[in-house]
């Protein structure tokens, strides 16, 4: 399994980014994706994950109510909408794929795409 992430870029605190993960795999729908990130000097964390089938999402405390993340298996794409963005947000994000549940703990996370860098300026 081959993750590329997208979409990073610069924005200001209270803007909007998507951020895009495309996964080389046959059957993309058998794994649950998530996102994760990483700040300078902090561990990597856990932001959001979504089921295979996309039916089950779950998100960090942080970020309810203002990220959103989906998946279109057709194009083997898992998106991340990021809105109402905080300098707090400021992190490298990771996407990463694993087969059945326990979509919380990284060290579940068998594969991992490239961080894609995303700043929120105050």
């Known amino acids: 399994v081959q993750l590329q992430a997208s979409g990073g870029g610069l924005v200001q605190a209270g803007g909007s980014l998507r951020l895009s993960c495309a996964a080389s795999v046959r059957t993309v729908s058998a794994y649950a994706m998530g996102w994760f990130r990483q700040a300078p000097g902090k561990e990597r964390e856990f932001v959001v994950a979504i089921s295979g089938s996309g039916s089950s999402t779950y998100y960090a405390d942080s970020v309810k109510g203002r990220f959103t993340i989906s998946r279109d298996n057709a194009k083997n794409t898992v998106y991340l909408q990021m809105n109402s963005l905080k300098p707090d947000d400021t992190a490298a994000y990771y996407c990463?794929?694993?087969?059945?549940?326990?979509?919380?703990?990284?060290?579940?996370?068998?594969?991992w795409g490239q961080g894609t860098q995303v700043t929120v300026s105050s």
């Open positions: 990463a794929a694993k087969l059945g549940g326990n979509y919380y703990p990284i060290s579940q996370y068998k594969y």
